[in-house]
């Protein structure tokens, strides 16, 4: 009798026991479900070798450079970065893809040039970056594009692989055919400087004369109006890449020609102005500021 209470009890305990460990196995699985199931906004698919390089190519990474690549898949933007001496970052929703990236960063020894996590590339703190690679979508890179114009200093450079970013021209475009398993396929990089913002009124003086300055800028294009003592320059060439404006401007009668160079930094243009023709006049330093 008090053997079979006993077994009973020890059954009753047990069945309790499988209760417990069924749900907790299906939790667990739930859990490892939901994990596995990250919601990515782009799939996985890696950039092949050749396009890798050219890449690195036409962003002309240094050794100065940190490099963080948005939706890094097993690294090998970053690591390709890392291989010309930059150090850099890469972000991956899926962990999966980031335990292959770190295997790939041991594998080469250089796990103290490159971090990899698991983070959206939408919430990513991307300002320290000097050159971010993308190999994304069309919707993501334009998701993406006013948090680059936000967050990213002047003269970052911004690479995407196949993507482009609709009305924000690229200022370098190359494509590349790479063979894949018998398969011709033509890839198109996408190349650009983040432009300093230079829109607005600018004004200085330079000995006598007052100089003032109109800018409007849709992107890295810009047109300029030039002002001296209130007469009117022609404008005949103005640009901004990164941080560098550069203006060519010549007085109405056509006799002076205004070569303005300058870097800017928030409010303020600092650099040299010549004037004259053939190399005339020696330049003289100008600093402008916003109005
Ligand atoms: C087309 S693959 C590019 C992989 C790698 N950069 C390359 O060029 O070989 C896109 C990567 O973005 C990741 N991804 C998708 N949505 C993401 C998000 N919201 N945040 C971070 N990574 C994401 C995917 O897991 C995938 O690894």
């Known amino acids: 009798m008090r053997y079979s209470i006993k077994r009973n009890l020890l059954n009753r305990s047990s069945r309790q026991t499988r ?15 939901l994990a596995s199931a990250v919601e990515l906004d782009v799939p996985y698919v890696e ?8 890449m690195m190519d036409m962003a002309q990474i240094t050794p100065e450079d940190y490099v963080i690549d948005l939706g890094t898949g097993d690294g090998r933007l970053v690591l ?25 960063a041991r594998n080469a020894g250089v796990t103290d040039k490159v971090k990899f996590v698991i983070g959206d590339l939408f ?12 190999f ?6 334009m998701r993406l594009r006013p948090i680059l114009f936000e967050q990213l200093k002047p003269g970052t450079r911004v690479v995407s692989h196949n993507f482009d970013m609709e009305d924000w021209q690229p200022d370098q475009q190359q494509e590349l055919m790479v063979n894949d398993r018998n398969n011709y396929y033509i890839h198109d990089i996408f190349y650009w400087v983040i432009p300093a913002k230079v829109e607005g009124d600018w004004q200085w003086q330079m000995g006598k004369d007052q100089f003032q300055m109109s800018v409007s800028q849709q992107f890295q294009t810009i047109e300029a109006e030039l002002r001296i003592n209130q007469q009117t320059l022609i404008v005949k060439n103005a640009t901004v890449t990164g941080t560098e404006l550069k203006i060519t401007a010549v007085n109405a009668d056509g006799s002076q020609e205004y070569i303005l160079n300058g870097q800017v930094t928030d409010n303020n243009i ?12 020696k330049p003289t330093n100008w600093h402008a500021t916003r109005k």
């Open 19 to 33: 209760l417990w460990l069924s749900t907790l196995a299906m939790f667990s699985l739930l859990w490892c479900q």
């Open 136 to 141: 994304l979508n069309s919707e993501v890179n």
């Open 123 to 134: 919430k990513t703190d991307i300002s320290q970056a000097t050159v971010l690679t993308l």
């Open 80 to 104: 390709a970065a890392v291989k010309r001496g930059a150090t850099g970052l890469g972000v991956d929703l899926d962990p999966q893809r980031i335990e292959e990236a770190n295997a790939n």
């Open 47 to 54: 950039t092949p070798d050749d396009i890798a390089t050219l």
């Open 270 to 281: 600092t650099g040299t102005i010549s004037s004259g023709f053939a190399g005339g006049d």
